[in-house]
């Protein structure tokens, strides 16, 4: 069935440092792929998306791009902020749901 | 205002217990959901409900039932409360047809002793 793996957690950056969380799938053919962030205290709300291979999702500085040949949704950043510590969901789409990962908790310090 | 609330946000109870998790959406969907997160922090669905109406219903125990009176409200009663149950229950709401995005609340987590 489908299925989602991210890298463990925690990890903990620097100020401005390069992220990158990965992310691989096990689907049947192509599904969309979803990056899902938890600020701490609030709901998981949509980070952004891809719904084709090749696709790039990206939002607030974060990218990801479904490689269908890796079956991977890496999820990258350039420069993080202290304010983007938080718990990443990856996700696919399955049969009217979304299917996550676990979660990776991310830590920036100042 | 907030658009997903569940209630209450932290649950300690004993084991064999009943008890209800609620969940309210003021977003005007007509779609609700329940996830859990498990031990090893993966995000399981496992209801939903379209208009009050069933329409998943993942491999959860008989002991678990949810009740949606209102589209606005989708609610989690759990019977005979096990040690297993122990986890971060989630609820969330989305448009049908739209359940790529989902609004989720912040979570209950409820733990058992």
């Given amino acids: 069935g489908n299925s989602v ?24 053919g192509y599904p969309s792929l979803f990056w899902y962030v938890q600020y701490p205290g609030e709901g998981l709300q949509l980070l952004l998306k891809a719904t084709k291979a090749d696709d790039k ?11 269908k040949e890796t079956t991977s949704f890496h999820l990258e950043k350039g420069s993080v902020q202290v304010s983007d510590s938080a718990v990443y969901f990856c996700a696919l789409k399955g049969a009217q749901k979304l299917v996550f990962g676990q979660g990776t908790r991310l830590t920036i310090n100042p | ?50 208009n009050k109406e069933l329409i998943i219903n ?29 986890a971060v229950y989630f609820c969330a709401s989305s448009q049908q047809g739209n359940f790529e995005k989902l609004f989720f609340g912040s979570g209950t987590q409820l733990s058992v002793l």
């Avoid at chain 2, 009943?18 to 309210?24: Q, W």
């Avoid at chain 2, 959860?60 to 209102?70: I, L």
């Fill in chain 2, 1 to 50: 205002d907030t658009a997903v609330s569940q209630t209450p946000k932290y649950l300690v109870t004993q084991m064999g217990n009943d008890k209800s998790i609620k969940c309210e959406q003021n977003l005007g969907h007509d779609t609700m959901y329940w996830y859990k997160q498990d031990s090893k922090k993966f995000l399981k669905i496992m209801f939903s409900y379209n």
């Fill in chain 1, 57 to 67: 999702g990206s939002n607030k500085g974060f990218e990801a791009t479904y490689r």
């Fill in chain 1, 5 to 28: 793996t991210q890298m463990e957690g925690p990890v903990t950056l620097s100020e401005e440092a390069f992220l990158t969380i990965n992310c691989t799938y096990t689907a049947t």
């Fill in chain 2, 58 to 86: 993942e491999t959860v125990p008989n002991r678990f039932s949810p009740k949606s009176p209102d589209k606005a409200h989708l609610n989690l009663h759990i019977n005979s409360l096990e040690l297993g149950d122990s």
